[in-house]
């Protein structure tokens, strides 16, 4: 029994400390461009994306481990259960797949942190396509700020950069209209 919850242990320690080390630190923006640096946004959004998507990979496989741990600890629970006939065995089933039921909580866990990573690594190649360097680092920038103030919710990164592709597209609109000498009022809406 030792030697279970120590490998158990061990497993736990290693499925929630790998690939988390390689997440960089978001730098600031440089002031002035240099000639050894000329494209520090896109440099950013690329030391972004191969870091989340190798953590996303650890914590799918995490997920698996800990599923797979999961499924053997309620079935073997279930087992001690029917063929024992001594209630201190059947408390040690009943404790097995409860102990199961937690493993899956973790395995859930690592699933959905695997989403938040593989979306984050997602948004930075998505910075990696904008024209404008300065542009390609906010994004990065904001995905992983998102990423890592909202955990628990994977699909801020898709939400934010709705809001503000909205955004955008609402002030070329206004820019155009102005361009073309039939500016809106204020508070009016802008006709396509």
Request: contains cysteine.
């Amino acid at each position: 029994m030792r030697y279970l919850l120590g490998t158990l242990a061990t497993l736990a320690l290693a499925a929630f400390s790998t690939g988390c080390a390689g997440i960089p630190n978001t730098p600031q923006y440089p002031a002035h461009i240099t000639g050894e640096h000329p494209h520090p946004g896109a440099d950013f959004c690329q030391s972004l994306e191969e870091p989340a998507r190798s953590l996303q990979n650890s914590q799918v496989v995490g997920g698996w481990v800990f599923s797979g741990l999961a499924v053997g600890t309620i079935g073997g629970g279930a087992i001690v259960d029917l063929v024992n006939t001594l209630e201190s065995r059947r408390i040690t089933g009943t404790a097995l797949m409860l102990g199961g039921v937690g493993l899956a909580g973790v395995a859930y866990h690592l699933f959905a942190r695997a989403d938040a990573s593989g979306r984050l690594a997602e948004a930075a190649n998505f910075g990696l396509t904008e024209r404008d360097d300065r542009r390609a680092f906010e994004h990065c920038a904001m995905a992983k700020a998102t990423w890592v103030a909202n955990k628990s919710d994977a699909a801020a990164i898709a939400k934010e950069f709705v809001r503000r592709q909205e955004e955008e597209r609402s002030h070329l609109e206004a820019e155009i209209e102005k361009l073309k000498g039939g500016a809106p009022a204020k508070g009016e809406p802008i006709k396509p």
